[in-house]
């Protein structure tokens, strides 16, 4: 099983509003069957780390590319993420293996 992580990096005191927009993201792929619950969460401000920094994570059983035929985007995403463009700086993302034990 592998943890995705995606990182956005967004414009100054805009944190909360891009979680909300990212939590909404994540709750659009679920519904789709597309994806496991995800948690959000954010950095700086009250808590140490990177300044307007927002996180999005969550399971996959195997990696697979996001551009496949059988995960097309959900129906009324793109509002959504035209809005997240307007405030993100940068966005990047990160897989890790979790560790089972055996």
């Given at each position: 099983?592998f ?24 709750a ?22 990177p300044?307007?920094?927002v ?15 059988q ?9 959504v993420?035209?809005?997240?463009r ?8 990160e897989f ?7």
């Open positions: 099983m943890l995705v992580r995606r990182i956005f990096k967004v414009k100054k005191g805009k944190a909360r509003k891009a979680a909300e927009l990212i939590t909404q993201i994540g659009m792929y679920e519904k789709a069957g597309q994806r496991t619950p995800s948690r959000v969460y954010i950095s700086g401000g009250g808590v140490p780390g300044a307007d920094t996180y999005m994570e969550w399971t996959e059983e195997a990696l697979r590319s996001a551009y496949r035929e995960n097309p985007v959900p129906p009324g995403m793109d509002p993420y035209a809005e997240l307007e405030l993100q700086e940068e966005t990047s993302i890790y293996d979790l560790y089972s034990g055996s």
